[in-house]
């Protein structure tokens, strides 16, 4: 039943002109003339806050929402949300949708033990990573209408707990995962057609691509934090030299401090990779496993339809009683098919935009670095050749 | 004249300029290391007032990983070759330095050069480092001046040792940035080949993080050539001190000869007036054993008039000596300071120079990475 839901694409996009809109949801939403589809829901999170229990500690995020949708009993919402609430949430639009593109969600754990469970770093990274994920279940013409998602956005504490417990709940999804899961261990699907072998082949090598631009990166990263911290070391010996110095104390200086300019910006430079581009190649390394995961789920959707065809081929009672089965279950192969198909197309095209606008940062970065540190040693340059005496810089000398 | 460099085996030939109008024939002959240091350590000690230039290093020092420390090593021996025909030209354009005869066949004569300075003997007129290490600790009043520059020549060692060691571990880590960046390359160029739009902008894009890689070779070996240029000032500050180590010697020496001078007229004094006003181990084992007779006395009081004239004499020309010393010592150190204050800007502007030649190349690559991102 939930596949017909899917399909509506065309319903997807619909929105009340009629519905009275409130001053406050006007905050920097429409681009009437810009945008085709216009936005009516915003979410934030922010303001982490850290709770301590009896039994535990842990962080709370404010999640605020604008909307101006009529499903929406009012237009904006704010409530706390903790890491918990954003992981039933995922395994909930997973339920609903088995084969759409569910965004990933931030890591339980940090296993590069880089950052500390609770530093002010990793609830920053986590705190903007959670917000991405609402954000792209906000933009996804399917996900953003589920009821679900509504709860999430708008019931307070409460509401949610309770709310948590109906429904089939864990188990239910695990069992769906396992099945998955041994069908592939099985050797993947008899009749894949060539659209998703095309799917799971690109998948394989993107995932393997991915991973490792995320080692780059973070090598990257590292190697600027080293040459940053000798930088530090570098500017001030020249400022001690100059102090035994008198004629050339003035150039001693000089250097000194264009190699301290350098050495905050190379620090700019390295803010702006850590805020930028490893974010989002660590979510498209998420992405890949989670798209590996939905692909599963098609083929074993499908597998259920194969099996059962096979089944009836070898039965000759009971036919009509299959050939019914067999209709629900060709449809629902269609419906996921489909599913996956436009969502895919969809996905693509975020990940040129999301890696292109990632890359093209990260080449601005660098501009701006090197921008910043030539106009600091051109300055330095400029007033020294002022008191040369309009000597030539020797060429004789080795 | 200029220096090329050839052999693995490390010699190095001097190639004079048609200029010097000499009798000699022979425009380029070969010079080892060690006899470039024989001819140093004989301008040491035939020139001791005289600031002389040093020899670029022996073994490679201050390196950074990707530098081999090897001797052998093609870069290392190029740059060695840089800095001793730097040093044949400092000591070429020094005033003082540029007329000695055995720096003049250095330059012109093959064989028998080495006997030529070893005959000149000036080995044994080498200073013992005892000795000096003495008269630094006990000399009672040297020139203000040498102590001041001493001080200098120290603060300049360390502080450009220091300065060095870090350059070399800044150099390192800037390879590191700059070569990991080519690991974007491969990666680009394999993933754009399962895409299709991107696919270009890819490929582009890691060909250009290709070339910011390999631009740092380049760069830093540049900059080895201003560290050298640091590090001939490095060893200047030693040849600072051996200056300020001569002036003390002679000081000391002087201050030595003054007291024995002192001590002798006393000595007579007492002798001649009979009064005994400092104590020796002498004048007391005459009082307990006897005096001595007016004929030994006499005998001793004139060896020792003759030993103070000596000692007037002596101690007039170590002073003059002495003076004449600190006289030329200092206008060379005056010269030497012009040249460091000017070498050594230059090599921080060329410092710079450099620094703008690394952005405005790490500009234009990014720039053209840019245009192939916006194409992805």
Known sequence: MSCLQDTSLAEANSFSPSMPISPSSMINQYKFEDEPELKDLFVTVDDPESHITAIETFITYRVVTKTSRGEFDSCEYEVRRRYQDFLWLKSKLEEAHPTLIIPPLPEKFVM??????????????????????????????????????????????????????????????????????????????????????????????????????????????????????????????????????????????????????????????MAGLSENLLPIIHEYVLYSEILMGVLKRRDQIQSELDSKVDALANKKTDKDLFSEEIGKLEDKVECANNALKADWDRWKQNMQYDMRSAFTNVADNNLRYYEECLATWESFLASQTVDHHGEEDSEDRP | FYLTNVRTVLFFRAVESQNEGQCSPVDSLWRRYSEFE????????????????????????????????????????????????????????????????????????????????????????????????????????????????????????????????????????????????????????????????????????GHHMDVYAASIDDILEEEEHYADQLKEYLFYAEALRAVCRKHELMQYDLEMAAQDLTSKKQQCEELATGTVRTFSLKGMTSKLFGQETPEQREAKIKVLEEQIQEGEEQLKSKNLEGRDFVKSAWADIERFKEQKNHDLKEALISYAVMQISMCKKGIQVWTNAKECFSKM
């Open chain 1, 112 to 269: 590069k033990g880089m950052v500390e469970r609770f530093s002010d770093e990793f609830i920053e990274t986590r705190r903007k990573a959670l917000h991405k994920f609402l954000n792209r279940i906000a933009d996804h013409p399917t996900l953003t209408f589920n009821e679900d998602f509504k709860i999430f956005l708008t019931a307070q504490a409460w509401e949610l707990s309770s709310h948590k417990k109906q429904g089939p709940g864990l188990l239910s999804r695990m069992g769906q995962t396992v099945r998955a899961v041994a069908s592939s261990v099985r050797g993947g699907v008899k009749n894949r057609p060539e659209m998703f072998a095309e799917m799971n082949e690109y998948m394989e090598t993107f995932s393997h691509k991915i991973n490792i631009l995320d080692k780059i990166a973070h090598r990257i990263y590292k190697e600027e934090r080293e040459y940053f911290n000798e930088m530090k070391e570098y500017g001030p010996i020249h400022t001690l030299w100059s102090a035994s110095e008198e004629d050339i104390a003035d150039s001693l200086k000089g250097v000194a401090s264009c190699i301290d300019k350098c050495c905050k910006a190379t620090e700019k430079r």
């Open chain 2, 38 to 205: 024989l001819l140093r350590n004989y301008l040491l000690v035939t020139f001791p007032h005289i600031v002389v230039p040093p020899l670029p290093e022996k073994r490679a020092d201050f390196v950074w990983h990707k530098l081999s420390a090897d001797n052998m090593d093609p870069d290392f021996v190029e740059r060695r070759r840089i800095g001793l025909e730097n040093f044949l030209l400092r000591v070429a354009s020094h005033p003082v330095l540029c007329q000695d005869k055995i720096f003049y066949s250095f330059l012109t004569q093959e064989g028998g050069w080495k006997e030529m300075v070893n005959e000149t003997g000036f080995q044994l007129k080498a200073d013992s480092r005892l000795k000096a290490l003495n008269a630094t600790f006990r000399v009672k009043n040297p020139d203000k001046r040498f102590t001041e520059l001493k001080h200098y020549s120290d603060e300049l060692q360390s502080v450009i040792s220091h300065l060095l060691r870090v350059r070399a571990r800044v150099a390192d880590r800037l390879y590191g940035v700059y070569k990991v960046h080519g690991n974007y390359g491969r990666v680009f160029s394999e993933w754009s080949a399962i895409e299709k739009e991107m696919g270009d902008g890819l490929q582009s894009a």
